[in-house]
């Protein structure tokens, strides 16, 4: 059901991805051991709920403060990579799932990373 209520940054294909791989990885950690609910199971769904959540925080601000979120949001993307590569050594996860996941934030990072030039030329040429 769609909501009544709508927000721009919600238009943002990169925030729409980044909301999906959140909920690709809530899916992942449910597999994980117990042993991790607090530990690695908590950081990895920390780090990629904070994609999303970074981008919506920056959105509202001025470029400057997008950029500085866009940022977080790329730091918490690369955090992810950490995550899902210990997830494997670890066989909480196979080999195809951590090759999806690092696709997804391969995907994400690059989209962030052009979204973030393209503000940060934007600036340069609109001072």
Same mark, same amino acid.
């Given at each position: 059901?769609?909501?009544?209520?709508? =927000?721009k =940054?919600?238009?943002l294909?990169v925030? @729409?991805?980044?909301m999906?791989?959140?909920? *690709? *990885?809530?899916?992942? *950690?449910? @597999? =994980?051991?117990?042993?991790?609910?607090y530990?690695?199971? &908590?950081? =990895?769904?920390r780090a990629?709920?904070?994609?999303?959540?970074?981008?919506?925080? #920056?959105? $509202? #601000?001025?470029?400057? @403060?997008?950029?500085?979120h866009? !940022?977080?949001?790329?730091?918490?993307? !690369?955090e992810?990579?950490?995550c &899902?590569t210990?997830?494997?050594?670890?066989?909480?996860v196979s080999f195809?799932?951590?090759?999806?996941n690092?696709?997804?934030?391969?995907?994400l990072t690059?989209m962030?990373s052009?979204?973030?030039n393209?503000?940060?030329?934007? !600036?340069?040429t609109? $001072?």
């Amino acid at each position: 059901m769609k909501s009544n209520y709508h =927000f721009k =940054f919600e238009d943002l294909i990169v925030y @729409q991805k980044a909301m999906d791989f959140g909920e *690709v *990885v809530d899916e992942q *950690v449910k @597999q =994980f051991p117990n042993h991790e609910l607090y530990a690695l199971s &908590s950081q =990895f769904r920390r780090a990629a709920d904070s994609i999303a959540l970074n981008l919506a925080e #920056g959105y $509202p #601000g001025s470029d400057a @403060q997008f950029v500085k979120h866009i !940022n977080h949001a790329i730091h918490s993307a !690369n955090e992810c990579v950490s995550c &899902s590569t210990k997830a494997k050594r670890r066989k909480y996860v196979s080999f195809e799932q951590n090759e999806n996941n690092r696709k997804l934030i391969s995907e994400l990072t690059k989209m962030m990373s052009s979204l973030r030039n393209k503000i940060i030329e934007r !600036n340069k040429t609109n $001072p």
